[in-house]
DNA sequence: GTCTATAACGAGATAGAC
DNA sequence: GTCTATCTCGTTATAGAC
């Protein structure tokens, strides 16, 4: 059958949700996908190909009807409801979980980084451009760099993934927290002209 | 000698900042160390348990100078700096890298979880504290929660830290981006009292 | 394409000499 | 306290039957 592939690619993906990237082996992901263990290198090649290539496909079905959400948040405010609700889908779904592995395993292997890197590209460039859409006329606009607030948006999720493996309470603290920080530029956009051209220059000076 | 027990714990530090968790094992470590595979049994029962108290071992040292440059900050601008340092030493040294391997490790193992989560708690409460001074007399005191934020600062770092394996160069954009953010938290702190009044009306009404 | 069998090796852990 | 030797198991990967 031609979906013994695609078995190998669910079984490996949860396999490193289940069992983390310490407990993911050719034999694991056979078991957890129903398939002989030499599959894995008839099909792939190795471990690592196969990790490789679940990775990336994991992260684009996911990522796919996200990035359609996404295009529809008119304010920053709906951005930050979006990402609470996929916060707790990624809990139950756990693609962010199989990143936050795969970035741990990818350290000490430039194979691994690469494709670790262009699925992590998957999350970052739909963001980049709904931050790009709606700090366009923010007072801050100039200010922020969304390129860059992108990839910190990505690295804090995946962080406070890692966080909530070992203490939920801290973790949900946290993201609460970034919230109400999160809840003060949308207050700033929101300013009349006069305090905008005030908070705009003190920042132009700070900016330094 | 006595001292071998420390050239296990400097072993296996160094083994994860080399080799990441997937990589550490009893005789990956005892070849770090210079000395015999069967003494990391002999001295602490297991490599996990090796593991648990190098972890701690090793931050504790790595906290203690830090939590002292803590105290001697006197605004959020210095703070933004003294970040930015220990982002810079943390490098070179990687306290903050083997925690984040020891939370990948820790996710499916709740041994491990327990005591990353206590070596995660010696960076957290510094922090806690100097954002307790420094936001106390601040108009978005009572919106900010420190117990939360200095946890999401601490999964930041992590997830930053992590994202810097596999693309140095976004890692680094999102660094500056965070700065120029919490920048604008400062700017806020200097407002003049009519517009710190106007800010935290609104503030209050959004955060229903 | 899928299976069994097996090679070659590294893992955790222990026994026992020294 | 440190060493060698060893046990048992899991690991990647391959060879070859079907």
Redesign the interface.
């Known amino acids: 059958m031609a979906d013994t592939r695609q078995r190998l690619i669910d079984g490996a993906i949860e396999t490193i949700r ?6 993911t082996s050719a034999r694991t992901i056979a078991a957890t996908a129903g398939v002989n263990q030499a599959l894995v290198f008839y099909h792939f090649g190795s471990v690592h190909e196969l990790l490789e290539a679940a990775c990336l496909a994991a992260t684009e079905a996911r990522v796919a009807p996200f990035a359609a959400r996404l295009d529809e948040v008119a304010d920053l405010r709906g951005l930050l409801d979006l990402g609470r609700r996929l916060h707790a889908e990624e809990r139950s779904l756990g693609n962010v ?1 199989v990143l ?2 795969m ?7 430039p194979e691994l ?2 494709a ?2 262009a699925a ?1 590209g998957l999350w ?1 460039r739909p963001i980049e451009r709904v931050l790009d859409r709606l700090l366009a006329d923010s007072p ?1 606009a100039d ?7 992108s ?2 948006v ?7 993934e ?2 909530e ?3 939920p309470a ?2 949900h ?6 919230e ?2 999160a ?6 956009q ?2 009349g002209p006069v ?1 905008r051209r ?2 705009h220059a ?2 132009r000076k ?2 330094t």
Chains 1, 2 share one sequence.
């Open positions: 289940r069992h983390g990237i310490t407990g979980m936050a592995q970035l741990a395993g990818a350290q000490a292997d980084a690469k670790t890197s992590l970052i801050v200010l922020v760099d969304t390129a860059g607030l990839r910190a990505c690295a804090g999720f995946i962080g406070l890692l966080f493996g070992v203490d801290g973790a603290a946290a993201l609460d927290a970034l109400r920080l809840a003060l530029v949308d207050v700033v929101e300013l305090a005030a908070l003190k920042l700070s900016a």
